[in-house]
């Protein structure tokens, strides 16, 4: 089974830029929908972004479009998220998860699994 591990995250002022990695073990990305989500105290899980296979198909939350990037790179079993333009409201632990059931397009964490420990972001205002 393929283990994820996240990392990157960080304290950083509003306004300002992280990079998260999701680096995978024990199995390859390469055929899989990949996606970011995150956890706010005491809020539920969120669907951030995904991106498909081969990364020609992206979805993005409307809270983070313009702001934020996935990528993938698959010769490395590499997963990103670029955040720019932070806000104090993305303070959240973030999580990069395969795509194993229901639609292409879901953003239901129930559809995801091999969940990393996530990488903690926090942004001060």
């Known amino acids: 089974q393929v283990q994820l591990v996240e990392s990157g995250g960080g304290l950083v002022q509003t306004g300002g830029s992280l990079r998260l990695s999701c680096a995978a073990s024990?199995?390859?990305?390469?055929?899989?929908?990949m996606a970011w989500f995150r956890q706010a105290p005491g809020k539920e899980r969120e669907f951030v972004a995904s991106?498909?296979?081969?990364?020609?198909?992206?979805y993005y939350a409307d809270f983070v479009k313009g702001r934020f990037t996935i990528s993938r790179d698959n010769a490395k079993n590499m997963v990103y998220l670029q955040m720019n333009s932070l806000k104090p409201e993305d303070t959240a632990v973030y999580y990069c998860?395969?795509?194993?059931?229901?639609?292409?397009?879901?953003?239901?964490?129930?559809?995801?699994?091999?969940w990393g420990q996530g990488t903690q972001v926090t942004v001060s205002s």
């Open positions: 991106i498909s296979s081969r990364g020609g198909n992206i």
């Open positions: 998860a395969v795509h194993l059931f229901g639609a292409y397009y879901s953003d239901r964490p129930g559809d995801f699994g091999s």
């Open positions: 024990g199995g390859t990305l390469s055929t899989y929908r």
